[in-house]
């Protein structure tokens, strides 16, 4: 019976990703240590390959449409990627099932998801469909300059604490990685920060997936079941996106989130 209840929360999470473009991890490691009981070092560590298999598939189909800014992605790596081996080499010291490091993972988890409750009430109102296609009209004629942060340190450093907390919590490579972007690459289309967040998240959840399973901090099983839930769903997700009341489902979403995270803090 809780196959099956695996398999319908991967399909619903990938249902509300297809839907909004939240990151799966901002919903899924909740769900799992919430409602499901998984030990937050296995509930992080299997959503981490959970969040590099299924955003591999969105990084093929956006490369194909040149629509990935490579020199983007290549910054935010050159930060995310060696913030995330550092953090697993913390862990390791640790011990990832360790109290100590259950703690930290819990209490940066809660605030991780206090920070993704704010991004995506930022997305929800401030930034709106009508000021995105404003944005867009202005970004057209911005060509290379358009890749051009406000300074190259910017999304090194920020990738460094994206790195990290995605390695501590598996979240932040969704709507906080988002954010991010649209505050360091102003002139950068909006479909084109979109495709940047999705490419840069596969090398950053890969990395710290696999360091995670070599810390023995995945469940395979639970992850088949994971996928074979979510790969539908988003599917799906995808074909509804243009009728679903995103600003709606949105703030619903960022007021759960908000609630996990204040949980998990006061743990």
């Known amino acids: 019976m809780h196959d099956l209840a ?14 909004t473009g939240v990151g799966g991890g901002s919903l899924m490691t909740p769900i799992l240590i919430f409602f499901f009981g998984v030990k937050p070092h296995l509930a992080i560590g299997t959503d981490l390959l959970f969040a590099a298999f ?11 449409q040149r629509l990935v800014p490579w020199k983007v992605v290549g910054l935010l790596c050159a930060g995310s990627v060696p913030a995330a081996l550092l953090s ?8 990832p099932s360790s109290s100590t490091a259950q703690r930290i993972m819990t209490t940066t988890l809660g605030v991780a998801l206090l920070l993704t409750a704010a991004a995506m009430l930022y ?4 930034f709106s469909a009508a000021r995105q296609a404003a944005d867009r009209a202005a970004r057209a004629d911005a060509g290379e300059d358009a890749a051009r942060p406000r300074h190259w340190s910017l999304p090194v450093l920020l990738g460094a604490v994206i790195g990290t907390l995605v390695t501590f919590t598996s979240v932040g490579a969704g709507a906080i990685g988002v954010t991010v972007l649209l505050m360091v690459f102003p002139l950068l289309p909006l479909p ?16 710290a997936g696999l360091g995670h399973a070599s810390l023995g901090s995945v469940d395979w099983p639970l992850l088949v079941q994971l996928l074979a839930g979510s790969l539908p769903g988003i599917w799906l997700g995808s074909r509804l996106v243009s009728r ?18 204040a949980k998990l803090v006061l743990i």
């Open 244 to 261: 679903a009341p995103e600003r709606l489902i949105r703030s619903a979403l960022s007021v759960l989130l908000a609630w996990a995270g």
């Open 123 to 126: 997305k929800a109102f401030v």
């Open 192 to 207: 084109r920060i979109i495709a940047a967040d999705i490419a840069y998240a596969v090398p950053l959840t890969l990395v």
């Open 88 to 95: 697993l080499w913390a862990l390791q010291v640790m011990g």
């Open 54 to 64: 299924t955003k591999m598939g969105g990084t093929v189909s956006l490369a194909r």
């Open 6 to 19: 695996f398999v319908f929360a991967g399909f619903a999470v990938g249902l509300i990703v297809g839907l």
